[in-house]
């Protein structure tokens, strides 16, 4: 505790020997040590691959919107230059119908996975979990449309999130 106090303030020094899993005689064994830099680094690692998967996830829905907002500003600056812009709707409208069912499940399971992933939040990088009476497995990446698990056998796995929201 002494050589932790040069470093450490005083009010967060029994917090820091409870970390460190200090013994009855004060002292830091190796083992103790090399255990809790593990789970410092298994923790980081944790909420790295957690900052990236939003930051992808972000940067997907980043472009949507942008992709929105440049399809309404054409059409204002086109309404504003006086083109008539009641005859370019019906094309437009009906391309936007037939892509709608051209691509409407996978349009659908991006919003069940939106949903899934903002809202319900059913779990986090590095937990255990079990998906349909299967195996335990653990969250390794959180993306748009799939999770990425691992199992204990190191095996990959990626699931669609919107099987994992039903």
């Known amino acids: 505790k002494e050589d932790l106090s040069r470093f450490i303030a005083a009010e ?3 917090q820091a020997c409870a970390m460190l899993e200090l013994d009855r005689n004060d002292g830091l064994t190796h083992e103790q040590l090399t255990r809790v830099l593990f789970r410092v680094v298994h923790e980081r690692d944790k909420l790295t691959n957690m900052i990236l998967d939003q930051t992808q996830i972000g940067g997907v829905l980043d472009q949507i919107v942008d992709f929105v907002f440049w399809i309404m500003a054409a ?19 009906s391309f936007f ?6 691509l409407g499940d996978t349009i659908k399971g991006i919003f069940e996975s939106l949903i899934m992933i903002f809202v319900e939040s ?37 699931m669609h ?6």
């Open 122 to 158: 059913p779990f986090s990088i590095g937990e255990e979990g079990q998906v349909d009476n299967g195996p335990i497995l653990i969250v390794d990446r959180l993306r748009l449309i799939t999770t990425l698990f691992h199992r204990s056998d190191g095996e990959a796995i990626y």
């Open 12 to 14: 967060h020094l029994p």
């Open 97 to 102: 119908l037939a892509l709608s069912f051209a």
């Open 75 to 93: 059409m204002l600056s086109l309404v504003w230059l006086g083109v008539d812009v009641y005859c370019l709707m019906v094309p437009v409208t």
């Open 161 to 166: 999130n919107s099987k994992l929201a039903r």
